[in-house]
């Protein structure tokens, strides 16, 4: 479902800038934590959002699992550049950062033993990263990171279904949780090996906690629910999440998958009122609460449209520069007439003196466009209100989009006019 389109013109950013690289692990030391700060900063992007479970095929078909750093190399490498097959010259870390990464590693995993020195999987032989015969952009993977990978190759290649293959992939989602081969292999793995999904929740509980803006865990964690079919965790836990950070987009999408799927719209409309009184600029609160009435009363029915105009500019009333209400304001009438509800024109008019925004004067620009079009009376001095309002934004309220204004000034002046002498305000603008 799409939210309530803009109100008025673009003014301005309608929104926070929100990351879409999905988190890195945290680390249990504050060296880890300067490795992985830095990684963040090199490292390329990550792969695109899977809402499908990948079909399994051949090792040539895995995704290429994600390294830690990237450093660039001439493209003829010593020895051969990488044609050995294990993703480049000798495939060992370089240089002084790589260098510290295993150092790092080695004091961190004290008593950790490498699959290729394990005794009950030597029967496996393990399937190095392919990166072609001349990688330009080689990627330094930690001596732990080969290994595991290229174990779960091997074992994803053979379509193995055991318990060290089960064990394996949380080996592997410990080093890259954002890698949906793994987890697609791990949810065959659940269902093959007939595994508790309970505990099975408990694990990508965690997580997320930790991770809380990986695409595929919240994947992961909506398959464990329809598998289920058992959402009693789900409400309280999202709302754990978005306490810790309220514009969350995974956490806000699996809310609504949640409550749609499993009907749980009841108090629903209490907690976005709620998050909105802490926040009223959040404007995925809004976007919920147009979800919540759109998929439950609707707005057809005019005592709800009323309580929500009249909530709505309640909210403008408290903070007017907040665009996040004028977008919800329109996007609930713009379908029956901006200028068609009662008393609004009256309404905003006088909440200018006060409460001018930019956001206010934009809304009713297109309030007095809606009248132009449904051959409002007076239609000439309905013109001018709107051009003198243009003017306004463009060298009082909104003068970075000047320009923008006055093209809709002309725009209505070509549209709308009856040829007759216009005003000077209405000179001013050619």
Request: net charge negative.
């Amino acid at each position: 479902m799409k939210a309530p389109q803009g109100a008025g013109r673009p003014l301005g950013a309608a929104g926070t800038a929100r990351s879409r690289r999905p988190d890195g692990p945290s680390s249990p030391s504050a060296l880890r934590e300067a490795l992985s700060s830095h990684a963040a900063a090199l490292a390329p992007s990550p792969p695109a959002p899977q809402w499908f479970r990948p079909s399994h095929g051949s090792s040539s078909e895995v995704m290429a699992a994600e390294g830690v750093v990237t450093v660039e190399r001439p493209l003829e490498g010593e020895g051969g550049g990488g044609g050995d097959g294990d993703g480049g010259g000798d495939g060992e870390p370089e240089g002084d950062f790589g260098q510290l990464l295993e150092e790092e590693e080695d004091v961190e995993d004290a008593g950790y033993v490498l699959y290729r020195d394990r005794k009950e999987w030597a029967d496996i032989e393990p399937i190095p990263q392919n990166d072609g015969p001349n990688p330009v952009v080689q990627i330094i993977y930690s001596e732990k990171f080969r290994d595991v990978y290229d174990y779960f190759r091997a074992v994803l290649q053979r379509d193995e279904r055991s318990e060290r293959a089960f064990k394996l992939t949380a080996d592997a989602i410990e080093l890259n949780a954002a890698n949906y081969t793994v987890w697609h292999f791990r949810r065959v793995l659940l269902q093959s090996l007939g595994k508790d999904l309970h505990e099975e929740l408990k694990y990508i509980t965690a997580i997320i906690e930790d991770q809380p803006k990986n695409y595929q865990v919240w994947h992961h964690r909506r398959v464990l629910v329809e598998w289920l079919q058992d959402p009693s965790q789900e409400l309280e836990f999202i709302a754990d999440i978005l306490h810790q950070d309220a514009k969350n987009y995974h956490a806000w999408q699996h809310r609504q998958w949640v409550i749609q799927e499993f009907k749980l719209w009841d108090n629903e409309l209490d907690y976005v009122d709620q998050l909105l009184r802490e926040d009223v600029r959040n404007n995925s609160v809004w976007n919920q609460r147009h979800f919540v009435i759109f998929n439950t009363t609707g707005y057809d029915d005019p005592a709800v449209l009323d309580r929500e105009v009249q909530y709505t500019l309640e909210m403008i009333t408290a903070v007017p520069h907040n665009e996040s209400a004028w977008n919800y304001l329109k996007g609930i009438l713009q379908d029956r007439g901006l200028s068609q509800y009662p008393n609004l024109l009256e309404q905003l008019l006088n909440l200018q003196p006060s409460h001018s925004s930019p956001y206010l004067i934009a809304f009713l620009v297109d309030m007095y466009e809606d009248m132009l079009e449904n051959q409002c009376d007076n239609k000439e001095e309905t013109l001018n209100k709107a051009l003198e309002l243009c003017e306004i934004l463009a060298k009082e309220k909104d003068t970075i989009r000047k320009e923008y204004w006055r093209y809709i000034g002309r725009s209505l002046k070509n549209k709308h006019s009856s040829g007759t002498e216009q005003s000077t305000l209405t000179d001013k603008q050619q």
